[in-house]
């Protein structure tokens, strides 16, 4: 009993370490001597003007409540998801606006150079048949500019299926193949209207910037980026990507299909272009170069061709 010491010092003289998690309160004392109290409660009353205010708050019983530590994962979770689901769609749509547009023209001349080099061939296509095209692709552009970017029309061939595309600095991008898949102009002009709504919201750049967002947030939130986490990210990003360019989609043939009724009167013509192309995907299926390319650019054809209604 007597080697106990006792020893008077004025409260705000020693050092309160409050307990965080499962870690004990620690009383400091101003020589450096240290007191773990059994009943941290009870000391903590005893002592309470004297502890700072995080002490018995809130978030100290949150840090002990097994069930409070699962749902704010959940909450931290549910935000990530948001984030990813959300946020950065605005921010890709957001920063677009605000990238200057020599870098969509950049971009774009730098995929069309690549594309020449290993994919696409000169057109076959005769004069007469370029220019009723592109007499078609400018009356549209005339009536339904003014565009973020100046649309412009090319033409070239491939192995592939019949295919049409935007590039970001406004080119389309027309396979012969597509447009003799073209029974009527305005079959042929259902795809251009498309392939000017992507254009028109601008989705090639936004694509763009959505995968350099996504792949600096994982590697932001992983703090790494080698190894499996590379790879991880990698599959990630694309299947992310892949989400957004559906939507991306339904925006252009929402797009193309309110511009068909207004000039037409009518879907019809979009309608069977589609099936038309879903036939042509569907017949190259055994073939070694058939990478069915108007699947991965534009999938979900027979809900999309189903979503356009009468
Ligand atoms: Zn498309």
């Given at each position: 009993m007597d080697d106990r010491v006792v020893q008077t010092v004025p409260v705000s003289s020693v050092t309160i370490d409050p307990p965080l998690g499962?870690?004990?309160m620690k009383v400091i004392w101003p020589d450096g001597a240290l007191f773990i109290p059994n009943d941290a409660s009870a000391c903590a009353a005893a002592l309470a003007p004297a502890l700072p205010a995080r002490f018995g708050s809130c978030l100290?019983?949150?840090?002990?409540?097994?069930?409070?530590?699962?749902?704010?994962?959940?909450?931290t979770l549910l935000l990530c998801i948001g984030f990813f689901t959300h946020g950065i769609p605005w921010l890709s749509r957001a920063l677009v606006v605000v990238i200057p547009s020599p870098v969509a023209q950049h971009v774009g001349e730098h995929v069309l150079d690549t594309l020449d080099d290993h994919f696409l061939l000169p057109s076959q296509l005769s004069k007469a048949q370029?220019?009723?095209?592109?007499?078609?692709?400018?009356?549209?552009?005339?009536?339904l500019g003014p565009f973020p970017v100046p649309p412009r029309l090319l033409f070239r061939a491939s192995e592939s299926g019949p295919?049409?595309?935007a590039l970001s600095d406004g080119t389309v991008i027309v396979l012969d193949s597509l447009v003799t898949l073209a029974?009527?102009?305005a079959q042929l002009e259902s795809v251009l209207l498309h392939e000017l709504g992507h254009v028109?919201?601008?989705?090639?750049?936004?694509?763009?910037?959505?995968?350099?967002?996504?792949?600096v947030s994982v590697m932001v939130i992983t703090g790494e980026s080698s190894g499996v986490i590379d790879t991880l990210s990698g599959a990630g990003v694309f299947v992310m990507s892949q989400g957004?360019?559906?939507?991306?989609?339904?925006?252009?043939?929402a797009y193309a299909a309110s511009h068909m009724r207004a000039l037409y009167g009518t879907v019809a013509p979009m309608k069977a272009m589609f099936e038309a192309l879903h036939e042509s995907v569907a017949t190259q299926g055994d073939e070694e170069e058939a990478v069915p390319q108007w699947l991965m650019t534009h999938p979900r054809l027979v809900e999309r061709i189903e979503a356009l209604g009468e």
């Open positions: 499962r870690l004990p100290h019983r949150l840090e002990r409540h097994w069930p409070m530590i699962g749902v704010s994962l959940m909450v370029q220019q009723a095209v592109r007499a078609q692709f400018e009356a549209l552009q005339t009536r295919n049409a595309f029974e009527t102009p028109q919201h601008e989705h090639v750049m936004q694509a763009m910037v959505r995968s350099v967002l996504l792949s957004y360019s559906r939507e991306a989609e339904e925006e252009a043939d």
